[in-house]
């Protein structure tokens, strides 16, 4: 079982970015450390940190659940996205195992998936 965020576009031709839910769930750990918070203590993740106490560009992504809810809006995309390429040009500047190599490549899908959400003003899909 995986999940696929993709561009609510109607068209299946669009590009994609898949995880089974436990690669998504340790991307979005990496993501939430590099943010300086551990995803493990947020409510809706095992803790009881609200997510109020949080203050990253990355929320809608990271505060999301795995499959179903809402879609990300054009704008919550481009909040997304830029925040998505600094943290993604932190890691290429770290000497990493083949996981932070695989969350860089990740990050590098889902950035032009985020991107053609923006161009097309169209959401971007959880599925």
Do not use: Y
Not at 12 to 26: I, K, Q, T
Not at 47 to 54: C, I, L, M, R, T
Not at 94 to 122: W, Y
Request: with cysteine.
């Amino acid at each position: 079982m995986g999940l696929i965020l993709f561009p609510g576009d109607g068209d299946n031709s669009s590009p994609d970015v898949s995880w089974s839910c436990s690669g998504f769930d340790a991307f979005r750990q990496r993501l939430a450390e590099a943010e300086g918070f551990v995803l493990s203590e947020m409510w809706g993740f095992g803790g009881e940190s609200p997510w109020s106490e949080v203050s990253t560009a990355l929320k809608p992504l990271l505060d999301h659940p795995d499959v179903g809810g809402d879609d990300l809006s054009p704008a919550e995309c481009a909040s997304v996205l830029a925040r998505l390429g600094a943290i993604t040009d932190q890691w290429e500047q770290e000497d990493g195992d083949q996981l932070l190599k695989r969350h860089i490549e990740d990050a590098r899908q889902l950035g032009r998936v985020l991107r053609l959400c923006i161009e097309k003003d169209v959401p971007l899909a959880f599925l």
